[in-house]
T-cell receptor, first 114, second 111 residues
């Protein structure tokens, strides 16, 4: 079975500050890891994904994440956040590279304050 | 190209009724999955269909069912609605070499 734990339900941060959203996973098989963003009343948009290869993954909007197999983590980072980054962020794990059977975490609400 | 389209966008039903939600995948995508997102929670996997066959099922009761048509569109059916079925229902499609793309969802309210 696969599961994801997002360690922070809410993260408040000031504009232009760095941010890290934490995600731990558990799986008994090979994993594929994803971060999604959800703006109010919208669907999910893929930020980045780890399928294989380099453990540092770069995504859209300046976000990046690092896959750490020994710590079973996939934390999301951004060096300088903007007001527009305020949204809900979800970490997800899948047994398929085309991630059509994802298990999501409960989400982290990122609030960027001026 | 059109993205994943879901209909209707909003729906209000009464307890005990049944509901059908529809999803049209991105052209060329043969895999469709359904997720339930209760307010304040992450999406929960319900079903995956590929080439019209069920390939995965999450931990949902038998009141939930789905099917995929020859054109790869899909329907999610929920019978005997409960208040707890109120949620945003998301559909996602993918092909063999792409990640899943999500629709905007159907907001179901059960009263």
């Amino acid at each position: 079975a696969q599961s994801v734990t997002q360690l922070d339900s809410q993260v408040p941060v000031f504009e232009e500050a760095p941010v890290e959203l934490r995600c731990n996973y558990s799986s008994s098989v090979s994993v594929y890891l994803f971060w999604y963003v959800q703006y109010p009343n919208q669907g999910l948009q893929l930020l980045l994904k780890y399928l294989s290869g380099s453990t540092l993954v770069k995504g859209i909007n300046g976000f990046e994440a690092e896959f750490n197999k020994s710590q079973t983590s996939f934390h999301l980072r951004k060096p300088s956040v903007h007001i527009s980054d305020t949204a809900e962020y979800f970490c997800a794990v899948s047994s398929q590279a085309n991630n059509n059977d994802m298990r999501f975490g409960a989400g982290t609400r990122l609030t960027v304050k001026p | 190209d059109a993205g994943v389209t879901q209909s209707p966008t909003h729906l209000i039903k009464t307890r005990g009724q049944h509901v059908t939600l529809r999803c049209s995948p991105i052209s060329g995508h043969k895999s469709v999955s359904w997720y339930q997102q209760v307010l304040g929670q992450g999406p929960q996997f319900i079903f995956q269909y590929y080439e019209k066959e069920e390939r995965g099922r999450g931990n949902f009761p038998d009141r939930f069912s789905a099917r995929q048509f020859p054109n790869y569109s899909s329907e999610l059916n929920v019978n005997a609605l409960l208040l707890g079925d109120s949620a945003l229902y998301l559909c996602a499609s993918s092909s063999w070499n792409t990640e899943a793309f999500f629709g905007q969802g159907t907001r179901l309210t059960v009263v």
